[in-house]
């Protein structure tokens, strides 16, 4: 089989690589776990950011069972003067033009515009429950700023 002169190598013996240590570890994996810090480290920044910018949001969620006509269109104003630029909200200075920027249905609109700065402006509870669950739904729609 072996032509002669031919020597074989020592099997009894293989060259086997050396153990495999665990520290240090390779740089690869602290280049890694430093990386998967700073990946999670962003993605907290970028929640708390949120959080922060959606104060506004939850405010007015708060404030939306305890408003009678006067303090749902301030309430109103409040939050378009963070949804557009001032001087635009500015410009609309009768309830109509703010309650236009709404979803309100055109029924509550109009009996909250009557009702404005008048000394009787209070609501049944049931439109007042109507007006604050049109409300809700304006603000979950509303953009993220």
């Known amino acids: 089989m072996l032509a002669k002169g031919f020597s074989t190598p020592e099997l009894a013996h293989p060259a086997l690589p050396g153990a495999a240590s665990w520290f240090p570890l390779p740089a690869g994996w602290m ?3 430093v990386m998967l ?9 970028i929640g708390l950011a949120r959080f922060r910018r959606n104060r506004w949001r939850r405010e007015a ?11 749902w269109i ?3 104003k409040r939050v378009l003067l963070v949804q557009h630029p001032r001087a635009q909200v500015s410009q609309w ?14 029924e509550l609109r109009t009996l909250m515009c009557r009702r404005y700065c008048q000394a009787d402006n209070r ?5 007042n429950q109507r007006i604050a669950q049109q ?5 979950e729609t509303l953009p993220h700023v």
């Open 31 to 33: 280049v890694l776990g």
């Open 61 to 71: 969620r708060k404030q939306l069972e305890q408003q009678q006509v006067d303090g």
């Open 93 to 106: 200075q009768t309830p109509e033009q703010l309650l236009a920027q709404t979803s309100l249905d055109e």
């Open 37 to 45: 810090l700073l990946a999670m480290l962003i993605a907290m920044l």
């Open 74 to 76: 301030a309430l109103v």
């Open 123 to 127: 609501l049944e509870s049931s439109i």
């Open 135 to 139: 409300l809700r739904h304006w603000l």
